[in-house]
């Protein structure tokens, strides 16, 4: 039986580290690649203040950007590739959806930011350590 792995992905480089670890580790494995839209993180994005129907449409049309890449670098991954967009708190969408759709394992970037910026901003890596109840595998 085949191996499901959620990757969840943001834009940064360790993000894509953790897909390419991923694929190499993992290749037969059906792979879920989850972004999350955070709507204040997206706020920050643009240079206006926009409603919430219009930070929904920029999520998504970044979120396409990024998993047009994924595609890209996964286009021969001999296992499954499926992509998926949530929105919401990315700790929390994460951990949600890998309980949801019975991962095995998850794979995530850790940031590597320092104790004080983890504290006032919260590490995604560390909550999802802390709370998934299945393996989880941070890269550096």
Same mark, same amino acid.
């Given at each position: 039986m085949a191996?499901?792995?959620?990757?969840?992905?943001?834009?940064?480089?360790?993000? *894509?580290?953790? @897909?390419d &670890?991923?694929l190499?580790?993992?290749?037969e494995? %059906?792979?879920?690649?989850?972004?999350? /839209? !955070?709507?204040?993180?997206?706020?920050?994005?643009?240079?206006l203040l926009?409603?919430?129907?219009?930070l929904?449409?920029?999520g998504?049309?970044?979120t396409?950007?990024?998993?047009?890449?994924?595609?890209?670098?996964?286009?021969?991954?001999?296992?499954g590739? *499926?992509?998926? @967009?949530? &929105?919401g708190?990315?700790?929390?969408?994460?951990? %949600?959806y890998?309980?949801?759709?019975d /991962? !095995?394992?998850?794979i995530?970037?850790?940031?590597?930011?320092?104790?004080?910026?983890?504290i006032v901003?919260?590490?995604?890596?560390?909550?999802?350590?802390?709370?998934?109840?299945?393996?989880?595998?941070?890269?550096?």
């Open positions: 191996k499901t792995v959620l990757v969840p992905m943001d834009h940064s480089p360790l993000a *894509r580290r953790a @897909l &670890f991923a190499e580790e993992y290749p494995a %059906d792979l879920i690649v989850l972004h999350v /839209v !955070d709507f204040v993180e997206e706020s920050y994005a643009g240079k926009v409603g919430p129907e219009e929904r449409e920029r998504r049309e970044r396409e950007q990024l998993f047009d890449e994924v595609r890209q670098t996964a286009e021969s991954h001999p296992g590739l *499926r992509t998926v @967009l949530e &929105f708190k990315p700790a929390r969408e994460i951990v %949600d890998a309980e949801d759709e /991962v !095995d394992l998850v995530i970037g850790s940031h590597g930011r320092s104790i004080v910026s983890r901003l919260g590490d995604v890596a560390q909550t999802i350590l802390e709370r998934a109840s299945m393996p989880v595998t941070v890269v550096r």
